[in-house]
């Protein structure tokens, strides 16, 4: 099987929840278990992939052999997809600067994890990041998020830049996540990495949390119960994931008691790149009449 890398860059809020919590937050946004950083789960990425490939006639016809078939209550027919879709786990979480406007922060765990994953992929990456201390940060050469000629302050949390040794990161993401020469290099100005704890510390507090009512309008108030709290990913987020890409088990026509495979892992490979391109728009999760959910879907270079 091949490995794939994939992006999903936020591009308005997203909330892929778990449901109804009790808390101060009524629908949290899925976290992973073992760590509690934000993540959005492979089916919902598989299905709403599903339904915009479905949708568009230049290319249903190769549904069922990259996704399986809708119902396999046929069993001559039955037979599972190409494509394996792992969770999409947090890499660059946007965080509110104090100059700059805002800045596009990770941390070395989620690098380490993102950079083992990209290298069975066959990727090339920069080298395995260094640890950073609680409280200091590393920020590209050229960076605009500075107050003055070592500190940088993110939300709450006052910064030292120690080093510059994310120039490399911030080279690698900018390629990857963005098109035009301006946008890479505003996206490498506002990059900034920070340590595992400062980090996790963001992906809890630096969450969106909206509040929705529903107004009685009879009455013009508020109706009993209707005010509730949601969280949302923030416009700009971007997960990385792990596609596994195989061959074909569709059965050929006129073959459909023994299944047999019609296309490898490269061809499928590259009928997927085919039909989504290097950059897919979806709208993913919850809320979409109010406008959450938009997302960039990217399969890395």
């Not at 989620?110 to 069975?120: H, S, T």
């Amino acid at each position: 099987m091949r490995t794939e890398v994939f992006f999903l860059q936020a591009l308005s809020a997203v909330h892929v929840g778990i449901g109804q919590a009790i808390g101060a937050v009524d629908l949290p946004i899925a976290r992973a278990k073992a760590t509690n950083l934000p993540q959005i789960p492979g089916s919902a990425i598989k299905g709403v992939l599903r339904a915009d490939v479905d949708a568009n006639t230049a290319h249903s016809s190769h549904v069922s052999m990259l996704f399986g078939p809708e119902s396999k209550n046929a069993d001559k027919e039955a037979h599972a997809g190409a494509l394996a879709f792992g969770d999409a786990n947090l890499l660059i979480l946007p965080v509110r600067s104090w100059v700059g406007v805002m800045a596009y922060a990770t941390c070395p765990f989620v690098l380490r994890r993102y950079r083992d994953d990209a290298i069975r992929a066959g990727g090339a990456l920069p080298k395995e990041p260094t640890s950073v201390t609680s409280g200091q940060a590393q920020t590209a050469k050229v960076t605009a998020i500075k107050y003055d000629s070592s500190k940088i302050a993110l939300d709450d949390l006052e910064l030292s830049c120690k080093s510059e040794d994310a120039e490399a990161w911030a080279d690698h993401f900018a390629k990857h996540l963005r098109q035009s020469q301006t946008e890479q290099d505003y996206f490498k100005q506002h990059f900034v990495i920070l340590s595992d704890e400062d980090f996790s510390f963001l992906s809890e507090t630096a969450t969106e949390i909206r509040a929705r009512i529903r107004i009685n309008h009879d009455r013009g108030t508020v109706d009993r119960g209707a005010l509730w709290y949601e969280e949302n990913l923030p416009a700009e987020t971007v997960l990385w994931g792990v596609l596994g890409v195989g061959p074909s088990r569709k059965p050929e026509a006129g073959d459909a008691k023994t299944a047999r495979v019609s296309h490898d892992a490269a061809a499928v490979a590259t009928t997927l790149r085919q039909v989504l391109k290097l950059r897919h728009t979806i709208q993913i999760g919850g809320k979409a009449t109010v406008g959450r959910g938009l997302a960039q879907f990217i399969l890395s270079k």
